[in-house]
């Protein structure tokens, strides 16, 4: 019985889940200071949930503290050369693009280029559009700023990022390795020219 019970309290969760993701608009704005903290757990939530797929080890656990933490958010907040964009929903944060405006692509040097360091949407709102239009924000925002072109790095094993990003018009501009505590993992690196998109 303690069972059934609680499959309806986790249907009856999972509806009103549904229900507000569906019946509140998207609103995308700028991060402000007091955003770190949800910044950072929605950060850490979404890393996890995408690189961790078959269970957390101290060198994945070290990565999510040193890069996704609040501490960190903070920093990357007051950093000029940082763009930071948030997606709410029925004031709750569901997703997040981070820009760093001082990345150069080593491939094209002499390009003003931005690189987008993270897109990341929390699962229930996957499929919605959010992360498109929250990479159009970020594209707008780079491009207010600047950049001739967006790039990005995807992790090999990231089956869905591998096939969004062509899809919202960026080119495969080749392979790159990520190293960190000493593993190496391949990313393929992506690039798409923002100077024509229209200004946020």
Known sequence: MLHVCNDVRQLRRATTSFRMTNAHPITIR???ADDALCLGVLSTQVFLH???THGIRPALAREALANHSVARYEALLADPDKTILVAECAGHMVALSLVDNAARLEAQPDLAAA?????YVQ???TGRGVGRDLLRQAEKAAAARGAEMLWLTAWVG???ALSFYPRCGYD???ETMFTFEGESHANRVFG???RHVAPA
């Open 30 to 32: 700028s991060a402000q």
């Open 172 to 174: 495969d501009l080749g």
């Open 158 to 160: 990231n089956a869905r």
């Open 50 to 52: 995408t690189y961790t």
């Open 123 to 125: 699962e229930p709102f």
């Open 192 to 194: 798409k020219h923002v």
């Open 115 to 119: 690189k987008l360091e993270h897109l």
